[in-house]
């Protein structure tokens, strides 16, 4: 199996909206900008955190494969993957039960990676976010956007996650609206019409899904969104340092394992994502794979991470 790699280097986005810039807070004005720090031969790795952009050999890439091999061997019976599936909301729920809105970080990247979500002009703008957990993207969303006409819908199928989310202060029942759903269903309750939602953000979310639901998942995210519409991507990609960290014994299938706490994880490829929503007929904006060599200075220990981000378009 072969990765593709884009040219991601020249295909960076730093550009900052002047909204996000003008209304930000000092935490999130302090954060290095990510596509800044390039590894470059002679550079010592040990003289920052991160490296962004790092290309892989052909060594890296057959070491990471090995690993996954490894990793792979063992399966869970058919009955105990179909429990991991049925009861996937059960496991998210107790995740959220012991994590609370601690777990998650806000997602400060947002509007460097995805621009489209910081339009400040006071057109009506319908985002809808799929798994949206306990806020980590609206939150930021609704502080940043100062669209007065935006409005921010979002769902999971963790109860648990959809209530701690409303009972936070930050939340605006004016600008947002979320709800239970799980999105696997073939028909979607939601509030709103279909063709109607400008942006669909699913951020970490398809990861958790098992990949035989995606197409379904895709079909509807068409369905809603208007035509000219985008679909904002961001998950897991292949070879991340959380896959090769599984021990063998937590794989569900190929590239899809399960964590101690019965959530699942699919780690994608470029390919993964342009054939799902390509062959749902959206047209591809963006697909790049997101390295990263994070360094632990203290310990001299390097790990890549991964994370495929792509844009498509519904056709108008
Ligand atoms: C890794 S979290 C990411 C949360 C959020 N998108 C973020 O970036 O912070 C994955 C989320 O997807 C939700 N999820 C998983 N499967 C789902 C499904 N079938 N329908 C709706 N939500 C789902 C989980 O409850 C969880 O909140």
Known sequence: MKIMFFNITHGRKLF???????????????????????????SNIFSFNAWDDVEWDEAKEQEALNKVQQNSMIKFSPDEIGKFNSEADKF?????DIHDNKFFKD?????????????????KLNIFE????????????????????LKVYGCDFSKKAVDILRESENFDAKRSQVFVLDVTETDW?????????????????????HPDKYKGIVTNIHK?????????????????LAQLRFKPGRSLGENFYVRGDGTQVYFFTQE??????EEAGFVEKENRADRRLQVNRGRLLTMYRVWIQAKYQKIN
Do not use: M
């Not at 309750?189 to 899904?209: G, H, K, R, T, Y």
């Not at 809603?224 to 991340?240: A, H, N, S, T």
């Open 224 to 240: 809603y969104l208007k035509p000219g519409g985008l679909v904002l991507f961001r998950d897991y990609g292949r070879y991340d």
């Open 16 to 42: 900052k909206p002047v909204a996000f810039i003008k209304h930000c807070h000092t935490r999130y004005r302090k954060k290095p900008k990510y596509g800044t720090r390039y590894l470059k031969e002679g």
């Open 189 to 209: 309750n939601v509030p709103f019409e279909e063709n109607s939602i400008d942006i669909i953000v699913i951020i970490f979310v398809l990861s958790a899904i």
């Open 107 to 123: 997602r400060h990247w947002l509007f460097t990676e995805f621009p489209e979500l910081s339009s400040t002009n006071d057109e």
């Open 92 to 96: 998210w729920n107790a995740f959220y």
């Open 272 to 277: 993964d994502v342009k054939e799902l929503f």
């Open 130 to 149: 799929l798994g949206c957990g306990v806020g980590n993207t609206i939150f930021p969303l609704l502080q940043y956007n100062t669209n007065q006409l």
